[in-house]
C-alpha cells in the first residue's frame, strides 16, 4: 500500500517533472517539488496560478469548514507575494449534502472572496453517488501582478533571517482535537487549547502581509510539517539554514497532543504557517506588521550560507537544528493518526 499524502519527490522527478504536456514559451514557472504555484507570462505580466483540492469537514460546521478550505486554497498563490484575485472552483458534491447545507458553503466562500477581492469566474457544481467527506471537488486560484514582485520559495538569501508564523503542528491539532475529542484522552483544558488552534490557520492575509516588506521567500507549512517546509526551502536556494529550536513557537495544546498521539510536532501539517526568509534589515517590520494583525510570529534561525550545503560535509544536511541535522520527514504523521482515530 503506497503512504497517505502527496507524492514523494522521487516519484514527482521520474514520472511528473518529465511529463508536463506541450512545451509552451509563456510557461514562466511550471511545476516545481516544493513550489507552491506556477506563474505564467500574459502580455509581460505575471498570471500565478494553483491548484488544490476542495476538503470539506462537516464536523467543522459548514461556514468554518468553507472559509478553512477556502484559505488553502488562496494561500498557495498568496504565498507568491502577490494577492490572489479570481478563483475556478468545481464541487463533486455527495449525495448527503444538503441544498442548505451547500448554500451555507457556497455563501461562506461569497462572502470571504468578496472581503479579499477575489472574483469566482468559472467552476462546475454537481452531485454523484460515489464522492465523500472532505474531499468534494478542486479549486485553481490566481492572481496577476509583476513578474518582479513574485517571491518564490528557493528564493532565499545568504544572512537572511527566517521567521514562522504561529508555530508547529498547529493545523493538525486544532483539526484532530476538534474532529476527535472523545478519542483523545486529555484534560478539559489541554483538550480546549488544542481545539482553539484551528482559529490560527488562515495564511492568506498574513502572507500579504509579510510579502509588503523585503521577503526573500516564503512556504507554507503543510505535507511534512515544518522540517518538510525548512528542507524544501533550503534545497531550493541550494542553502544552509540554522534554526534555534527553543525559538520555535509551540501553542497552547499542540505539545500535550502531539504527545498523546505519539506525533512529532515538526513533522506533521501545519496549513496556515508559513516560513518566511526575510533580509536582515527588514525583520523587525515584518515581525511588526504580523503581530499588528494578532498572528503570532517569531524569527527561528537563519540563512547560513548559499551552496554551503553542497559544500560543507560537515554539515551532513542543508538544515540544522541546535547544530544537528534535520531531514525531510517520509512521511507525515497527521495521516496516520487521522486513519486511527477515524477507526476507533
Known amino acids: 500500500m503506497s503512504d497517505l499524502g502527496k507524492i514523494d519527490r522521487a516519484f514527482f522527478d521520474r514520472h511528473v517533472a518529465p511529463n508536463l504536456g506541450a512545451d509552451r514559451n509563456d510557461v514562466a514557472l511550471g511545476p516545481s517539488h516544493g513550489v507552491d504555484f506556477g506563474v505564467l507570462d500574459i502580455g509581460g505580466r505575471a498570471l500565478v496560478t494553483a491548484t488544490d483540492p476542495v476538503s470539506i469537514l462537516p464536523p467543522l460546521g459548514f461556514e468554518r ?65 460515489d464522492p465523500s467527506y472532505p474531499w468534494v471537488g478542486a479549486a485553481t486560484a490566481m492572481g496577476v501582478g509583476d513578474h518582479d514582485a513574485i517571491v518564490r520559495p528557493d528564493g532565499a538569501r545568504d544572512g537572511d533571517r527566517l521567521v514562522l508564523t504561529t508555530g508547529a503542528a498547529v493545523e493538525a491539532v486544532g483539526l484532530l482535537s476538534t474532529l476527535f475529542p472523545d478519542q483523545i484522552d486529555l484534560p478539559a483544558d489541554d483538550l480546549a487549547a488544542a481545539q482553539d488552534r484551528l482559529d490560527e490557520v488562515y495564511a492568506v492575509r498574513d502572507a500579504l502581509t509579510a510579502a509588503a516588506g523585503p521577503v526573500t521567500a516564503m512556504h507554507d507549512v503543510t505535507e511534512g510539517g515544518l522540517a518538510g517546509a525548512l528542507n524544501e526551502m533550503a534545497d531550493g536556494a541550494r542553502a544552509r539554514f540554522a534554526i534555534d529550536r527553543e525559538a520555535v513557537p509551540m501553542r497552547p495544546g499542540v505539545r500535550e497532543v502531539c504527545d498523546h498521539l505519539e506525533m512529532d510536532p515538526w513533522a506533521a501539517t501545519s496549513c496556515g504557517s508559513l516560513l518566511i526568509a526575510v533580509d536582515p534589515g527588514g525583520v523587525d517590520d515584518v515581525l511588526a506588521a504580523l503581530e499588528e494583525r494578532g498572528t503570532v510570529a517569531a524569527e527561528i534561525g537563519r540563512v547560513e550560507s548559499i551552496g554551503a550545503a553542497d559544500r560543507d560535509a560537515d554539515a551532513d544536511g542543508k538544515v540544522l537544528v541546535d547544530g544537528d541535522p534535520l531531514e525531510h520527514p517520509s512521511v507525515d504523521p497527521s495521516w496516520a493518526a487521522y486513519a486511527e482515530l477515524a477507526r476507533e
Do not use: K, Q
Not at 96 to 101: F, L, P, Q, R
Open 65 to 129: 469548514a468553507a472559509r478553512f478550505a477556502l484559505d488553502l486554497i488562496l494561500a498557495d498563490v498568496a504565498v507568491s507575494g502577490v494577492a490572489p484575485s479570481h478563483l475556478s472552483i468545481c464541487f463533486t458534491l455527495p449525495e448527503t449534502m444538503t441544498d442548505a447545507e451547500f448554500a451555507t458553503i457556497w455563501e461562506t466562500i461569497d462572502a470571504e472572496c468578496t472581503d479579499l477581492g477575489v472574483s469566482i469566474v468559472t467552476g462546475h457544481t454537481a452531485r454523484y453517488s
